[in-house]
């Protein structure tokens, strides 16, 4: 659902907006908060920051509409402002362009014109909101941009959508290589580092393919997001994909003699999504955190080698479309009681 800011004035268009707009509302497609000038419609954009448009009148009381749209530009870059007024001339348009206006619409309101440039609005809108959500899951770009665009991407534009922390229902999976660690102690860094980014190739690959996403590489180990529709069932898939990959790896000649195994843990349930870190140095990375992390990572320390586990409270969302074997009650480290815990066999 759409949510509009209407700042204008006249108070008859609320109701004329509500009536137009009824079965867009009825059907929850759009919502719409209503402003009588732009002082207030400043304190409902801060009390309501989904706010995706802005329709506003030019000759408003406190604060003007040209005056709002430039305060918007400054401090909302994510919000796009579509001026609706009565004044048409050019030397308005042209001002309300200069201030970041995204379109204009003249007084009195064709309303289908209205709905058709609310469309091409909230389209553009949610291709910005895409690209900062590609940017931000991308956890790989941040190695290799410049420090200067970093900054760029820290500043004013950015910081209002970045700085956003949601509470989100997702998967999350630790894959880690056994007895890798061994290795490292006794064979040659390169040779290690070429093996080991062999692996993580494999499973990067796998963990894509099912729609997941990296969140990032802990030593030799993997931490994975899945989100979306049947976000459990696509991480338990990607799972099984990945052990078996890992599995039938066949050795180049000249490679360490290394047969490896993985073990998994699986959890699914609320976690907090946002940026993590410090921001007095720029070191910020999006990732998810909270009790279904915790578990997720320490199921997985306790599976053994090829072993894939899972709480018995993401057991019971999929027990009837895999093949389980019961492990027991595990007391896990700050966890009050033992959790069940499932082993997914296929």
Same mark, same amino acid.
């Given at each position: 659902m759409a949510k509009i800011l209407v700042a204008d004035d006249e108070v008859d268009l609320e109701m004329l907006i509500k009536q137009k707009f009824r079965k867009q509302i009825r059907e929850n497609k759009y919502e719409f908060v209503f402003a009588l000038n732009g002082n207030e419609a400043l304190e409902k954009i801060a009390a309501n920051p989904d706010i995706a448009i802005v329709l506003s009148d030019i000759n408003m009381p406190e604060l003007d509409g040209?005056? #709002? #749209? *430039? %305060?918007?530009t400054a401090s909302n870059p994510l919000i796009k402002t579509v001026m609706v007024s009565a004044y048409g001339d050019m030397d308005n348009i042209r001002t309300a362009m200069n201030r970041g206006a995204f379109d204009f619409v003249v007084k009195p309101v064709n309303f289908d014109d209205l709905?058709?440039?609310i469309e091409k609005t909230l389209k553009h809108v949610n291709q910005l909101k895409e690209t900062? +959500? *590609?940017i931000k899951e991308n956890n790989i770009l941040k190695m290799y941009v410049d420090e200067n665009v970093l900054n760029f991407m820290n500043g004013q534009e950015f910081e209002v959508s970045l700085l956003k922390n949601e509470t989100i229902t997702a998967t999350i999976v630790f894959i880690d290589i056994c007895s890798f660690t061994a290795l490292t102690e006794k064979e040659p860094a390169d040779q290690v580092v070429?093996?080991?980014n062999r692996y993580f190739? @494999?499973? @990067? +690959?796998g963990i894509i393919a099912h729609g997941g996403y990296i969140d990032k590489f802990i030593g030799d180990a993997v931490m994975a997001v899945f989100k979306g529709e049947f976000h459990l069932d696509r991480a338990i898939d990607a799972s099984l994909d990945v052990r078996k990959q890992i599995e039938d790896l066949i050795q180049n000649p000249g490679e360490l003699p290394f047969f490896p195994k993985v073990a998994i843990g699986i959890n699914s349930?609320? @976690?907090i999504s946002g940026n993590i870190g410090s921001a007095n140095l720029k070191r910020l990375d999006y990732t998810v955190i909270g009790d279904v992390v915790n578990t *997720?990572? %320490?199921l997985q320390s306790s599976a053994k080698e090829g072993q894939i586990m899972i709480a018995e409270s993401a057991w019971e969302k999929v027990k009837e479309s895999f093949n389980f074997n019961q492990v027991g009650n595990v007391t896990f480290k700050n966890k009050t009681n033992p959790v069940m815990v499932y082993e997914i066999l296929n």
């Amino acid at each position: 659902m759409a949510k509009i800011l209407v700042a204008d004035d006249e108070v008859d268009l609320e109701m004329l907006i509500k009536q137009k707009f009824r079965k867009q509302i009825r059907e929850n497609k759009y919502e719409f908060v209503f402003a009588l000038n732009g002082n207030e419609a400043l304190e409902k954009i801060a009390a309501n920051p989904d706010i995706a448009i802005v329709l506003s009148d030019i000759n408003m009381p406190e604060l003007d509409g040209l005056n #709002l #749209l *430039a %305060r918007l530009t400054a401090s909302n870059p994510l919000i796009k402002t579509v001026m609706v007024s009565a004044y048409g001339d050019m030397d308005n348009i042209r001002t309300a362009m200069n201030r970041g206006a995204f379109d204009f619409v003249v007084k009195p309101v064709n309303f289908d014109d209205l709905e058709l440039t609310i469309e091409k609005t909230l389209k553009h809108v949610n291709q910005l909101k895409e690209t900062l +959500k *590609a940017i931000k899951e991308n956890n790989i770009l941040k190695m290799y941009v410049d420090e200067n665009v970093l900054n760029f991407m820290n500043g004013q534009e950015f910081e209002v959508s970045l700085l956003k922390n949601e509470t989100i229902t997702a998967t999350i999976v630790f894959i880690d290589i056994c007895s890798f660690t061994a290795l490292t102690e006794k064979e040659p860094a390169d040779q290690v580092v070429k093996l080991l980014n062999r692996y993580f190739d @494999v499973m @990067v +690959k796998g963990i894509i393919a099912h729609g997941g996403y990296i969140d990032k590489f802990i030593g030799d180990a993997v931490m994975a997001v899945f989100k979306g529709e049947f976000h459990l069932d696509r991480a338990i898939d990607a799972s099984l994909d990945v052990r078996k990959q890992i599995e039938d790896l066949i050795q180049n000649p000249g490679e360490l003699p290394f047969f490896p195994k993985v073990a998994i843990g699986i959890n699914s349930g609320e @976690v907090i999504s946002g940026n993590i870190g410090s921001a007095n140095l720029k070191r910020l990375d999006y990732t998810v955190i909270g009790d279904v992390v915790n578990t *997720a990572q %320490r199921l997985q320390s306790s599976a053994k080698e090829g072993q894939i586990m899972i709480a018995e409270s993401a057991w019971e969302k999929v027990k009837e479309s895999f093949n389980f074997n019961q492990v027991g009650n595990v007391t896990f480290k700050n966890k009050t009681n033992p959790v069940m815990v499932y082993e997914i066999l296929n």
